[in-house]
């Protein structure tokens, strides 16, 4: 059974770019939560997604969106890129009625 | 306003012995806490979690403390192992709208175990 997948591993990036990360859920999970994780820091929540929708956001601008798939992979969207995006991302999917989320590997973006 | 803290960034102990990971929350809404692992250059991974109707839940050589009133958790590990070397998360959630939110996670702690 797969756990999460994310893609790519990493990206590099210059400033004012837009910048489309990926992640598949664990088999059978319905709900994909996005995290950013600056060094030295914890996962910092951005959004919730369920059913397609944006269930729950965190305190982030809207330069970062998200989409939901009917297979319920899922996309983040960062755009105007800036010096300070530079964090890996991080994907977790759970079930919408369980508290535990599943992390994958992460995506590490460089905004040059 | 950070509301879960890991006032430790660093811990040592030695192999064999208990490993004791201090989080303390603000948050009075939180009802579910949850413990998570992680390597370098890896995600995080899932160790053990209790709701706010428990003080304890174990699970091997893990077990979770849950201290409602001084709004504290900790993670026991015993005994510590060589594996157990890595950075871990504490974390909190609010269950609402017939969902679990997002996790609000405190910065961590780098667990060492000395051979």
């Known amino acids: 059974d797969a756990g999460v997948t994310q893609s790519p591993t990493h990206l590099i990036k210059t400033r004012g770019q837009q910048v489309t990360l990926r992640c598949s859920p664990k088999s059978g999970h319905d709900t994909v939560s996005w995290y950013q994780q600056a060094l030295g820091q914890g996962p910092q929540f951005i959004f919730q997604y369920y059913e397609e929708e944006e269930r729950q956001r965190g305190n982030f601008p809207d330069r970062f969106s998200g989409h939901q798939f009917p297979n319920y992979s899922s996309e983040l969207n960062v755009n105007a890129l800036l010096l300070g995006d530079s964090a890996l991302y991080l994907c977790?999917?759970?079930?919408?009625?369980?508290?535990?989320?599943?992390f994958g590997p992460g995506t590490r973006l460089t905004v040059l | 306003d950070q509301q879960v803290k890991q006032n430790s960034p660093s811990l040592s102990v030695q192999e064999g012995r208990i490993s004791i990971l201090n989080c303390d929350y603000t948050?009075?809404?939180?009802?579910?806490f949850l413990w998570y692992k992680k390597y370098p250059a890896e995600g995080p991974t899932f160790l053990i979690s209790i709701s706010s109707i428990k003080d304890k839940n174990e699970d091997g050589r893990f077990t979770v403390f849950l201290n409602k009133s001084a709004k504290h958790l900790s993670l026991h590990i015993v005994p510590s192992q060589p594996g157990d070397s890595a950075v871990y998360f504490c974390a909190a959630s609010i269950y609402s709208g017939g969902g679990a939110d997002g996790l609000t996670f405190g910065k961590g702690t780098h667990l060492i175990i000395q051979p």
């Open positions: 977790a999917s759970s079930f919408t009625t369980a508290n535990e989320q599943f």
């Open positions: 948050n009075s809404m939180f009802d579910y």
